[in-house]
């Protein structure tokens, strides 16, 4: 039966295809639709003023040297982590985010892909993890550093710990502008040391 069937297909594909060929003398395939060819560019002498360089998107690849909680050094460049801010080594947490940072890193290759330069003249970049992490990411979700919207768009805050800015207050006064409230407590470390080598 099976045989039967496909006999009978192949002889119909065969009919079709004759007839295709033979069967209708005034059959005319449709016409092609005409292509209207662009005119050629008009050849403009060059501009060097109104080139821009299209920006390099750099990466560096390496063993990472922390410095603080979001800061390291990768093949001899300081960089910056992309988006978040860190407590300072002299601020309260700022030890704990350090070695926090050395935890992550420690052991990995870090790939850093460099998307600016800060005013203090490091490099800023997105540093990733071997599997896929990205190091701003685990350092906001572990609750030592807090995004920063003014360079990440806020990329990272809904990351943040509820208690986070509390926890992180000189960073998060340093992201409002209200850097008397450093100033007030770097005095009150200045003081505090004189205090004791006096005491010595």
Not at 45 to 73: H, M, R, W
Not at 143 to 171: C, F, N, T, V
Not at 180 to 193: D, G, L, T, Y
């Amino acid at each position: 039966m099976e045989i039967l069937l496909f006999i009978l297909l192949m002889i119909g594909l065969l009919i079709y295809a004759f007839a295709g060929k033979n069967g209708d003398k005034d059959y005319k395939p449709p016409s092609q639709p005409k292509i209207h060819k662009r005119p050629a560019a008009k050849h403009l002498p060059f501009d060097a003023k109104s080139v821009k360089a299209e920006p390099a998107k750099s990466t560096l690849q390496g063993a990472a040297y922390v410095i603080d909680g979001d800061t390291l050094v990768i093949r001899k460049t300081q960089i910056r982590l992309y988006g978040v801010d860190a407590p300072e080594m002299n601020h309260p947490y700022g030890k704990k985010a350090k070695w926090a940072l050395v935890s992550l890193c420690k052991g990995q290759t870090v790939l850093a892909t460099i998307t600016d330069q800060d005013s203090y003249g490091r490099t800023v970049a997105k540093c990733y993890l071997q599997d896929g992490r990205d190091l701003s990411a685990e350092m906001v979700k572990l609750g030592l550093a807090i995004d920063w919207p003014k360079y990440s768009g806020g990329q990272y805050k809904s990351l943040e710990l509820p208690d986070a800015r509390q926890k992180l207050w000189l960073a998060d006064a340093r992201q409002k502008g209200r850097m008397h409230v450093w100033e007030q407590f770097e005095a009150k470390q200045i003081a505090r040391q004189d205090k004791r080598n006096t005491a010595l």
